[in-house]
C-alpha cells in the first residue's frame, strides 16, 4: 500500500513540476516598507504585524535578506476578576530573515516524498482575498488512520498568507488552528483589514526602573532592580494559569521547573502592573 502512495505522490509532485509555479524570489520579493498583519485563530487570541525595514542580497545574488520589525501582541483571559477580563501584552522584536534558491519554484520549499502522505494537492489560483494576487498552496493529509492536515498558501510578492495543521492522536481531534494574513501594504497597494488593536496599554518596554533578562531564557530571570522598591511576580501560561508567583523579588527568580513556551509575566510594582511576554527554552 505505501508503494501504491508512492508512486501516486511522485506522479502528482512530477504533474506540477511541469506547470508553471511561482519562484521563491517571485514570492518573497518584499521592498523597504512593506507590512503584513496575522491573525491565529482557535488559539489564545493573538496578532502580528511586520513591516520590513531592511533589504540587500549576498554578494552572487542568490540569496535575500530582509531585516524585519514583529510588533506581536497575545491575549490571555484574566480570572482575577469577575466576570473574566482579558490581558492584552504587546511585545516587539527586529530580526533577520534570508531565502535561498531564488530562481527555484516555489514548490522545491513543500514537503515531499513522505511515504505516509496519503493526499497532496497543489492550487495555482487568483485569490480575491488578496486582490487577485496570484497564489500558489499546497494541500496535505498525513496517515490514513488519525490522519493530520496541512495547508500552506504563497502570494506573489507577499510570502507566506496562510498556514493551515489539524493534528489527531491517541483518538483526539484537536482544534484546527489557522495562522492567516489578514492585511498587506505593499508599495502603493493596500488590500484587506489592518489590525489596528491599540498599541497603548503598559508593557515593560522603555521602564528605567528595572529590568527583567535574559529573553528568551532558559528559567532563570535576573532582575536589576535600580529603584531598589520591591517587586511582585505572576507568571501565566498562554491559557491564563498561573504557574509561579513570588513576592517582594529583589534579585532573580527560577522557572527551570516550568515547560517550555510562551509565558505572561506580571510585574507589580508600587501598585502599578506591567506585562511582558517572556519565552522559556
Same mark, same amino acid.
Given at each position: 500500500?505505501?508503494?501504491? %502512495?508512492?508512486?501516486?505522490?511522485?506522479?502528482?509532485?512530477?504533474?506540477?513540476?511541469?506547470?508553471?509555479?511561482?519562484?521563491?524570489?517571485?514570492?518573497?520579493?518584499?521592498?523597504?516598507?512593506?507590512?503584513?498583519?496575522?491573525?491565529?485563530?482557535?488559539?489564545?487570541?493573538?496578532?502580528?504585524?511586520?513591516?520590513?525595514?531592511?533589504?540587500?542580497?549576498?554578494?552572487? =545574488?542568490?540569496?535575500?535578506?530582509?531585516?524585519?520589525?514583529?510588533?506581536?501582541?497575545?491575549?490571555?483571559?484574566?480570572?482575577?476578576?469577575?466576570?473574566?477580563? =482579558?490581558?492584552?501584552?504587546?511585545?516587539?522584536?527586529?530580526?533577520?530573515?534570508?531565502?535561498?534558491?531564488?530562481?527555484?519554484?516555489?514548490?522545491?520549499?513543500?514537503?515531499?516524498?513522505?511515504?505516509?502522505?496519503?493526499?497532496?494537492?497543489?492550487?495555482?489560483?487568483?485569490?480575491?482575498?488578496?486582490?487577485?494576487?496570484?497564489?500558489?498552496?499546497?494541500?496535505?493529509?498525513?496517515?490514513?488512520?488519525?490522519?493530520?492536515?496541512?495547508?500552506?498558501?504563497?502570494?506573489?510578492?507577499?510570502?507566506? %498568507?496562510?498556514?493551515?495543521?489539524?493534528?489527531?492522536?491517541?483518538?483526539?481531534?484537536?482544534?484546527?488552528?489557522?495562522?492567516?494574513?489578514?492585511?498587506?501594504?505593499?508599495?502603493?497597494?493596500?488590500?484587506?483589514?489592518?489590525?489596528?488593536?491599540?498599541?497603548?496599554? %503598559?508593557?515593560?518596554?522603555?521602564?528605567?526602573?528595572?529590568?527583567?533578562?535574559?529573553?528568551?531564557?532558559?528559567?532563570?530571570?535576573?532582575?536589576?532592580?535600580? =529603584?531598589?522598591?520591591?517587586?511582585?511576580?505572576?507568571?501565566?501560561?498562554? %491559557?491564563?494559569?498561573?504557574?509561579?508567583?513570588?513576592?517582594?523579588?529583589?534579585?532573580?527568580?527560577?522557572?527551570?521547573?516550568?515547560?517550555?513556551?510562551?509565558?505572561?509575566?506580571?510585574?507589580?510594582?508600587?501598585?502599578?502592573?506591567?506585562?511582558?511576554?517572556?519565552?522559556?527554552?
Amino acid at each position: 500500500m505505501k508503494l501504491i %502512495t508512492l508512486i501516486i505522490l511522485l506522479l502528482s509532485i512530477e504533474s506540477f513540476t511541469a506547470q508553471s509555479y511561482l519562484t521563491i524570489g517571485e514570492v518573497f520579493d518584499f521592498n523597504i516598507n512593506d507590512e503584513f498583519h496575522y491573525t491565529r485563530e482557535n488559539q489564545p487570541s493573538n496578532g502580528e504585524r511586520i513591516t520590513v525595514i531592511d533589504k540587500y542580497y549576498s554578494i552572487n =545574488s542568490d540569496t535575500v535578506f530582509y531585516t524585519l520589525h514583529h510588533d506581536i501582541y497575545n491575549v490571555i483571559p484574566d480570572y482575577s476578576v469577575s466576570p473574566p477580563g =482579558s490581558i492584552y501584552v504587546f511585545d516587539t522584536i527586529i530580526d533577520t530573515i534570508f531565502y535561498s534558491n531564488l530562481n527555484m519554484p516555489i514548490y522545491y520549499m513543500w514537503p515531499q516524498n513522505d511515504p505516509e502522505f496519503v493526499f497532496y494537492d497543489s492550487i495555482k489560483e487568483l485569490d480575491t482575498n488578496f486582490c487577485d494576487i496570484e497564489m500558489n498552496s499546497y494541500y496535505i493529509q498525513q496517515y490514513s488512520f488519525e490522519p493530520s492536515w496541512f495547508k500552506r498558501s504563497y502570494g506573489r510578492g507577499i510570502g507566506i %498568507t496562510l498556514d493551515y495543521w489539524h493534528y489527531q492522536g491517541n483518538g483526539v481531534s484537536q482544534f484546527p488552528v489557522w495562522e492567516r494574513m489578514i492585511y498587506y501594504k505593499k508599495d502603493s497597494m493596500n488590500c484587506g483589514s489592518p489590525d489596528l488593536t491599540s498599541l497603548g496599554l %503598559t508593557n515593560l518596554n522603555g521602564q528605567e526602573d528595572f529590568f527583567i533578562f535574559p529573553n528568551p531564557s532558559d528559567g532563570i530571570i535576573s532582575i536589576d532592580n535600580i =529603584s531598589s522598591q520591591k517587586i511582585n511576580i505572576k507568571v501565566f501560561n498562554a %491559557t491564563g494559569e498561573l504557574k509561579y508567583k513570588e513576592q517582594n523579588i529583589s534579585s532573580e527568580i527560577d522557572l527551570s521547573n516550568l515547560s517550555n513556551g510562551i509565558y505572561i509575566l506580571e510585574i507589580e510594582i508600587n501598585s502599578q502592573f506591567y506585562y511582558e511576554r517572556l519565552i522559556k527554552k
